[in-house]
Each structure stands twice: as structure tokens, then as C-alpha cells.
């Protein structure tokens, strides 16, 4: 009989008649207004992390389950490799196997294995930094409006440099489009522009830049 037709086709009862669906995942990342830095082809809205944290914590989720996903693979090609290393010569098996042969392949087995899950895992963990490091490097990141885009710091940076009267009128015109236009206030932004303003990003960046060191 069909487990899926219910025995009382008159049962019409919630257990019978409710379907349950999984609860749906909750998005990564969610649609803000593009911003005036951002080309025609990106198109009205971009997707971008609700802050620094769920940037930084998606960043480190993408590391493990890579780091997981190596360890798992290498740890088959681990154990043919110790087990071809720790292969007895072929004129003991013309004398017949001992016990202290078994042994000493066992344990033969168990060193190379731990050496060589040891330098894969070192490697997993370098590959996954790779391969997480540039796209989240590169995603945006949602931040508070009122924040100045890099056009507007770069300016602000060359006029420390100017004279105090043209300093003052280049203040002018920053403060009148960002209060009239509204336009120059971000709304995200791409993480590599958050390096020494967010304490969570800077931390990703460092680690990198360390694991590269090594």
C-alpha cells in the first residue's frame, strides 16, 4: 500500500491533512539602494552583510566548513599513503605473517597517518583563508548613514593641505551636498574600505596578512 494515501481518506485532521517545511535559512546578506560610487550595471540595489559582525561571522563559517570539507578529502589520500609507506617488503609474505609484523605495520600506519593529517590540516587552513579572503574582502558591508564615501574622505584629506580660506569653502561644499543632496551619505560599503575604522574587519585583515607571513 501507498505510505503516501492515508488509510481514513476521511481523516482530515492537522496530522494528516499539514504539510511541514524546514524553516527557511535566513539570508547572509539583504538589498540596500546603490550607492553613487556604484556603476549602472550593478543596477538600483546591491546585496550587502546588516553590519561588521554578520560579516565576520559568515567569514568565519565559510573557513570552517572549507577547512572541514579539505580535511575529509585528504584524509582518504592520507590513509593510502601510509598504508602504501608501512607495506611490508614482499619476501615476508613468502615466510608467512607474524604478529609483531601486524604490530609494527599498525603502528607504522598510525604515525604516518598523524603526520600527514597534521601538514594537510596546516594546508586546509591556508587554502580556506584563500579562497574566503578575496570575495569577502570585495562584499559590501551596510553602514549608517552619515558616514563619508571615499571620494568625500579622499577630499578631505587633500584639503588639509590647502589654505585655510579655500579649506573652509571646500568644508562648505561637502556639508551642502551631503545635508541638500543626500546622495554622498553611504549607505554600504566594501569592506576593504572599513581597514582601520571596524575593529572586526581589521581583525579578519590582520589574520590574513599574518597567515601570509608564516
Not at 597534521?118 to 586546509?124: G, L, N, T, Y
Request: with cysteine; hydrophobic share 35%.
Amino acid at each position: 500500500m501507498d505510505a503516501s494515501i492515508p488509510e481514513n481518506l476521511n481523516d482530515y485532521s492537522p496530522s494528516s491533512t499539514v504539510v511541514k517545511f524546514d524553516h527557511p535559512i535566513p539570508l547572509l546578506r539583504g538589498p540596500l539602494p546603490a550607492g553613487s560610487s556604484d556603476g549602472p550595471s550593478a543596477g538600483p540595489y546591491v546585496l550587502a552583510f546588516r553590519d561588521s559582525r554578520a560579516w565576520t561571522s559568515s567569514f568565519r563559517t565559510c573557513e570552517r566548513k572549507i577547512v572541514e570539507q579539505c580535511e575529509e578529502g585528504t584524509r582518504i589520500g592520507c590513509a593510502v599513503s601510509a598504508s602504501r609507506k608501512c607495506k611490508p617488503p614482499w619476501w615476508k609474505a613468502l615466510v608467512g605473517p607474524k604478529l609483531s609484523d601486524l604490530k609494527e605495520r599498525e603502528a607504522c600506519e598510525v604515525r604516518e597517518m598523524g603526520d600527514c593529517l597534521a601538514v594537510a590540516k596546516e594546508k586546509c587552513v591556508g587554502f580556506a583563508k584563500d579562497k574566503c579572503f578575496v570575495p569577502f574582502r570585495d562584499a559590501r558591508i551596510r553602514v549608517e548613514k552619515g558616514v563619508l564615501n571615499s571620494k568625500d574622505a579622499i577630499k578631505l584629506i587633500d584639503g588639509a593641505s590647502m589654505p585655510e580660506s579655500g579649506r573652509s569653502l571646500l568644508m562648505m561644499s561637502l556639508m551642502s551636498s551631503m545635508c541638500l543632496g543626500g546622495g554622498d551619505f553611504v549607505t554600504n560599503c566594501r569592506a576593504s574600505e572599513l581597514l582601520g575604522y571596524d575593529d572586526c574587519v581589521q581583525c579578519i585583515f590582520d589574520e590574513q596578512q599574518q597567515g601570509t607571513k608564516n
